[in-house]
């Protein structure tokens, strides 16, 4: 009986909404995010996973992991491209719907971390695509991939 007194005593509890100067979003409400690993380690897919689970519960901000580039909004894009998955992420891109952004997530999407200048990377996401929001961290915790998405929608 004690737990339930204090759930009703705190409430809903929820994260602010973050101070922007430029207003809403672009896609002011929800948006809809396909994933791409081009080469990572599964590092930041775990946060990815966490960013979406229960706890963090990105959904609630209107962020919405979709299977088709034809349903997205942005590309979240995580590790180096490898040579293997550049031709696959250009084709993905270009798959995507205007107006399309990119999310270049981790330090190995945005500038080839530890896989810089290994012989299967083709480079960071930057060099192949035109990236809009980088966010750091190897792996990024899940409150800066929520930031990331939050400035996305507005929310």
Not at 78 to 100: C, D, F, K, S
Not at 124 to 141: A, F, H, Q, T, Y
């Amino acid at each position: 009986m004690g737990l339930l007194r204090r759930i009703r005593r705190a409430g809903r509890l929820a994260e602010p909404p973050l101070q922007r100067s430029e207003g809403p979003g672009e896609f002011a409400g929800s948006v809809q995010i396909r994933h791409v690993d081009a080469g990572s380690c599964n590092g930041c897919e775990v946060e990815i996973a966490s960013a979406f689970g229960p706890v963090y519960d990105a959904e609630r901000y209107g962020a919405r992991l979709v299977a088709s580039p034809r349903h997205a909004d942005v590309l979240l894009v995580t590790g180096p491209v490898t040579r293997n998955m550049e031709v696959a992420l250009r084709r993905t891109y270009e798959a995507v719907p205007e107006p399309r952004r990119v999310i270049a997530l981790g330090d190995c999407a945005r500038d080839c971390g530890v896989f810089a200048g290994a012989y299967g990377v083709a480079g960071s996401v930057s060099d192949v695509l035109p990236v809009d929001v980088e966010v750091r961290g190897c792996p990024p915790p899940p409150e800066a991939i929520i930031e990331a998405l939050r400035g996305m929608t507005g929310r």
